[in-house]
């Protein structure tokens, strides 16, 4: 098995050198990296070796793959860096800047309405905290009150760059943007400036769901938090009510529903009754998920429970662009054909 | 979970309709997914059911919420269980059978009964009929007898064949590393060290909470069988259960916890029915093996703390009423303290106070909760960086880019254009991103491929496409840091006509996309703050170094990003038909810098006098090294320089190239006149002839 493996890091290295362009070094990549190349069939092979030789089979195919994988960063680099030394004239990029357009561009529809979002609760006093998207599972789950156990923590429910067993906080891609409400109480906390807090974080956020027409891999949510000396869930319902009116319109309404997070206690799903293209007849919308602070959050945060409560809120910022503009598919918001973003 | 509304309607008095159920049931916390009418006047209901729930996987579950949900008005009555080894004669179980736990830490709690002489057979109609209405294959009398446990109390429980059991026995331990099992699935297993199952004497015949052995199954020929019924740890039953890919609606179950106190019940429920059904003679007993039970705990509930967070009043009396509903244990203590004991099936997620008042808010009805007109506001500071970010974007539209929204992820051969030395890149480990693992070190890597897509689409644009998009860009430096930052990545083609690009278009493609980066800086500092672009060294591959600059806000001097000729491998890599210019700005870096916004000036009194020169200087000489030399002769009167044109043809020579440029003078007390100023332009004539060896043409 060794053997085999040194086979191909040798060849796979020797095959790489003599790649010229960008479509050869594409096929060395199938060929060597692929699902179906020569490492993962190694890999296959691998349940074959003796148990008592495992462990250095393994690291040494983690030391190929590792290799092979630098060397084809360093190929696809070097391809790009052997340009010919320049003749004749030269481009001057200390020659002054030239504004001038034939046309206005426009921005994202997505980053539309969070502005709108953003205005809105901003209005209502809750100023904006942007966080890491690439985060550990401490902020994304320990300290969101959600245990070891909890079915969330699913390796196929996360990206997780590290594996999620490793001793350390393993690194992942933000499964919500909850994660914001910790590190603005840790902050808060550390540096003295709250409670009271009142934030709201908009955000990209990452599930390995399947794509079709309303999921997506990556989507924006928007989350808020207000921490507070006696807030209840009088303020919680009073603040989500005031939203729906200030952007829906007067005649909105919202439901809360008894559900469960990790993170908030009680918790709620909301709904919103609205119209949300104006013209609409309005109807129920489950928008996302509320609920009072968890204390166990707050004291982890170094917040006490017995002083301060607060609540908290999270929707996604698709539904709401899609319901607003009639948008049929989520995947029209990621492929930013210039016919689509300028229609808005 | 999917129930059906006969099955749950044994429990409840009055029935409920499948409307009512769902009214309920939602009011409760447990939306419906769908409802699908069935024959007979039947209806499969889809129930959602949170991860804390794990009780109300279960008819008797859900049929107890609807009971205490004070808005249906339902009693909840559940199965009758009487004990059929009570009176029983006959050999003990032990004369049979023996049961051992080797790991009562994972295993809390097994039950083992013995029946001797089944008849393996179809199941009777009602039972058949009730499996299958909530999807559920009937397999034989005996099996199903499991099933409904399962979907009736929410125990999980299996069967074993006693024949096929080596010594007669059933013992709860780890397994050996590399121990074999044949699963009910019909594949071959290996386990290891950690993995619990449920073993006769010599090997493993089932995983345990997760799924049976198919050695020791329930067959045709099968007569005496012993009915497991028992509880795992959560942890230990995922992590099988995830590491050899099987969900089944045991692990479901024995994931979000069942509790050992309430395996009595179920295991004497399963026994009766399966004698009912399978007939067989029961070998008295009931064995279990295990840990203590589980004390009931006790939970102190302060009235006045539920006064404050639900923000309303509610009785010390409505309190107690409700929590007595879900069957919790209470009594008063004093004014301000109940102590209250939740039932074993809730034990697991009713722990503290809070969960209490949970329960309380939703017993009452969340609509009870008064939403009022007005909202509380402390006014702050507007806050600069939320005002700054959205100008910058604004700022950018209104100069021809469209804002994109692209996908954090790339290719390994994207990626790699972009990975800068001392960097790595960093990837997820997902089989459904296999093609695109790669964090993006760059949000031009999303960019490119937008462009691509565009020119798919035959998308034009008067000026070429311009976009930009604001995102992270991700990489790890060799010590293992990971470094995010948020950066806006901008991308322009180079205008002109057709496909070819002459060296002026370059130029001024490069001109228009620094000009939006000044534009930017403007926005985000002031007036006052300008851009300084170094030529330098390129830190990948995917810039054109005859063509790149570092940027530097002034006049802090920070660098905040970078701008240059997108490389022509890169280019080609995504098979673009034109060249591009990209930049991007590190918006950290940006909107850390201060204000550069000085006093207002009043606007100058009398007119200015402006002169063009056009120095025929080497091809290496750059515009700035010009700018610098004006400024440092210190020309009287001088106010502005501006750049007018570069020309290069005969008239310029080889290696050589003419720049125009425009000075402008201004006395604040006086109309200048030309003699004021022509010894200034001398001067100037002189200096650049002298430092950059300049000459100049007659005009």
Same mark, same amino acid.
């Given at each position: ?344 | ?478 010590? @293992? /840091? ?5 950066? +806006?990545?901008? !991308?322009? $083609? *180079?205008? =002109?006509?057709? &496909? ?81 210019? @990209? /930049? ?5 870096? +940006?909107?850390? !810098?201060? $204000? *550069?916004? =000085?006093?207002? &000036? ?89 430092? +950059? ?7």
């Amino acid at each position: 098995m060794l053997q085999t493996l040194d086979a191909i890091h040798a060849e796979g290295l020797a095959a790489l050198a003599g790649t010229s362009d960008h479509a050869s070094i594409e096929a060395w990549r199938l060929a060597y990296l692929g699902g179906k190349g020569r490492l993962k069939n190694a890999m296959a092979g691998l349940r074959d070796v003796p148990k008592d030789q495992k462990p250095a089979v393994g690291a040494r195919m983690n030391e190929v793959k590792a290799a092979l994988e630098a060397a084809l960063e360093a190929r696809v680099a070097a391809l790009g860096s052997a340009a010919k030394p320049a003749t004749g004239p030269r481009i001057d990029v200390t020659e002054p800047g030239l504004v001038l357009t034939e046309a206005v561009g426009r921005r994202h529809i997505l980053s539309h309405v969070r502005d709108e979002l953003v205005d809105v609760f901003g209005r209502m006093g809750f100023e904006v905290a942007e966080g890491p998207e690439l985060e550990d599972d401490e902020h994304n789950f320990v300290k969101l009150n959600i245990p070891p156990e909890h079915p969330a923590r699913e390796p196929g429910d996360n990206f997780y760059v590290d594996p999620p067993e490793s001793t350390r906080s393993a690194r992942m891609l933000r499964s919500q943007t909850s994660t914001v409400q910790i590190r603005v109480m840790e902050d808060a906390v550390k540096r003295g400036w709250g409670p009271p807090i009142r934030i709201i974080s908009p955000g990209r956020v990452y599930r390995p769901d399947t794509v079709d027409a309303t999921h997506s891999f990556m989507f924006h949510q928007i989350e808020g938090l207000a921490i507070d000396r006696g807030l209840s869930m009088v303020d919680l319902k009073s603040t989500l009510l005031a939203f729906a009116r200030a952007y829906f319109g007067p005649d909105a309404e919202i439901r809360l529903r008894p559900s469960f997070f990790p993170f908030t206690e009680p918790s709620a799903e909301l709904d919103m009754k609205i119209a949300l293209k104006p013209g609409d007849e309005p109807r129920w919308i489950e928008l996302g998920g509320c609920g009072m602070v968890d204390p166990a959050v707050l004291t982890m945060c170094g917040i006490d429970p017995e002083e301060w409560t607060g609540f908290a809120w999270g929707f996604g910022i698709e539904r709401l662009a899609m319901g607003k503009y009639g948008i049929p598919d989520i995947r029209l918001l990621y492929q930013n054909d210039l016919r689509f973003l300028g229609q808005l | 979970m999917n129930i059906s509304l006969r099955w749950l309607n044994q429990y409840l008095q009055p029935h409920v309709s499948a409307a009512e159920a769902e009214a309920f049931l939602t009011e409760m916390g447990f939306p419906l997914e769908s409802v699908t009418p069935c024959a007979g006047g039947d209806a499969l209901l889809d129930v959602e059911v949170t991860s804390n729930r794990g009780d109300c996987l279960s008819h008797v579950g859900l049929a107890r919420e609807i009971g205490a949900c004070p808005r249906a008005r339902r009693r909840f009555i559940g199965p009758a269980i009487s004990d059929p080894h009570h009176g029983t004669q006959g050999d003990p179980a032990r004369h049979f059978f023996r049961l051992e736990n080797r790991a009562p830490e994972v295993c809390p709690r097994f039950t083992a009964q013995v029946v001797r002489g089944v008849k393996v057979g179809p199941s009777p109609t009602w039972l058949a009929q009730a499996l299958e209405a909530v999807g559920q294959r009937s397999i034989n009398n005996i099996v199903d007898v499991t099933n409904w446990l399962a979907f009736e109390l929410g125990n999980p429980a299996h069967v074993f064949d006693l024949r096929t059991l080596a010594g007669s026995a059933l013992v709860v331990r780890y397994a050996q590393d590399g121990e074999c099992l044949k699963t009910l699935d019909g594949k071959e297993r290996t386990l290891k060290a950690d993995e619990l199952v449920v073993a006769d004497a010599e090997r493993a015949q089932s995983l345990a909470g997760v799924i049976g052995g198919f050695d020791s199954q329930v067959t045709g020929t099968t007569g005496d069988v012993v009915l497991e019924v028992a509880c795992w740890d959560p942890v230990t039953v995922r992590r099988a259960a995830r590491r050899h890919r099987i969900r089944t609606d045991a692990s479901h179950r024995f994931e979000r916890y069942v509790d050992a106190r309430t395996l009595r019940d179920a295991a004497l429920r399963g026994v009766n029915l399966l004698l009912e059904v399978a007939g067989g003679s029961l070998a008295p007993g009931l064995l279990h093996e295990g840990g203590a039970l589980p004390t009931q705990a006790e939970i102190t509930l302060r009235p006045s703390r539920v006064k404050v967070m639900l923000g309303a009043e509610v009785s010390v009396a409505a309190m107690i009423a409700m929590l007595r509903s879900l069957g919790i244990d209470v009594a008063q203590r004093d004014e301000d303290a109940l102590v209250c004991a939740p039932p074993p099936w809730r034990a697991s997620d009713l722990t503290r106070e809070v969960d209490l008042i949970e329960e309380i808010a939703r017993l009452r009805g969340l609509d009870a909760v008064e939403a009022q007109d007005r909202v509380v506001v402390s006014p702050r500071a507007a806050p600069r960086q939320e005002r700054v970010k959205r100008e910058m974007r604004r700022v950018l539209a209104g100069l021809g880019f469209y804002e994109a929204v692209t996908f954090s992820f790339a290719s390994r051969e994207g990626a790699a254009p972009f990975v800068e030395h001392g960097l790595r890149t960093l990837a997820v480990d997902d089989a459904r991103r296999a093609h695109e693992p790669v964090l993006r070190p760059s949000a031009l890597a999303g960019l490119l491929a937008c462009r691509r897509a565009n020119q798919d689409g035959q998308v034009a644009q008067p000026g070429g496409v311009r976009l930009f998009e604001r995102a992270a860009a991700f990489a790890e430096t060799e010590a @293992g /840091a990971s470094r995010e930052r948020v950066t +806006l990545a901008l !991308l322009a $083609d *180079v205008p =002109g006509e057709g &496909r070819r690009r002459g060296h002026d278009d370059l130029q001024r493609a490069v001109r228009l996309v620094r000009g939006a980066v000044e534009a930017l800086v403007n926005a985000a500092l002031g007036p006052g703050a300008s851009v300084r672009c170094l030529p330098g060294e390129v830190p990948c591959a995917a810039w054109n170094p005859d063509a790149f600059a570092w940027v530097e806000a002034m006049p802090a001097g920070v660098r905040i990003g970078r701008l240059g000729l997108i490389a022509r491998s890169l280019q080609d890599q995504h098979g673009l038909e034109v060249p591009l210019v @990209g /930049a991007e700005i590190d918006e950290a870096a +940006l909107l850390n !810098l201060p $204000d *550069v916004r =000085g006093s207002i &000036r009043p606007v100058p009194a009398f007119p200015s006098i402006e002169r063009d020169l056009s120095p025929i200087v080497l091809e290496e000489t750059r515009w700035e090294a010009i700018a610098a030399l004006v400024d440092r002769t210190g020309l009287e009167h001088f106010e502005a320089l501006a750049f007018v044109g570069c020309y290069r043809g005969e008239q310029a020579g080889a290696g050589r190239k003419s720049l125009t440029l425009r000075a402008r003078f201004r006395a604040p007390d006086r109309t200048l006149r030309h003699e004021d100023v022509d010894p200034q332009m001398n001067a100037l004539m002189e200096a650049l002839a002298k430092e +950059l060896g300049a000459t100049f043409r007659l005009a």
